[in-house]
Nanobody, 121 residues
């Protein structure tokens, strides 16, 4: 399974970005998918996750109401719509795939290389 993120960039505070994660490989549509982020000098943290069907989503408290995770299994792609961005959202964002919809990074088997999101004040 290969995961490739895109859509990162530089945005002003209050702006929006949509990240995409394109997945390839067998049984991809049967995986739960998650987004994590890692700011400079900090540990990787959970952002959002979605079940393989898309019916179940979970979010970190820091992004609830601002970020939305979605998936299109016909395109093997997962999205993270990010609104009302703040400088605290600046990080490298990673998508991950695994058997469970979980906040725990260790339970994801596959990871992308990450995409940088920078929010200026």
């Amino acid at each position: 399974v290969q995961l490739v993120e895109s859509g990162g960039g530089l945005v002003q505070a209050g702006g929006s970005l949509r990240l995409s994660c394109a997945a390839s490989g067998r049984f991809v549509s049967s995986y739960a998918m998650g987004w994590f982020r890692q700011a400079l000098g900090k540990e990787r943290e959970f952002v959002a996750a979605i079940s393989f069907s898309g019916r179940t989503t979970i979010y970190a408290d820091a992004v609830k109401g601002r970020f939305t995770i979605a998936r299109d299994n016909t395109k093997n792609t997962v999205y993270l719509q990010m609104n009302s961005l703040t400088p605290e959202d600046t990080a490298v964002y990673y998508c991950a795939g695994g058997p469970r919809t979980t906040m725990t990074a260790l339970q994801y088997d596959y990871w992308g290389q990450g995409t940088q999101v920078t929010v200026s004040s």
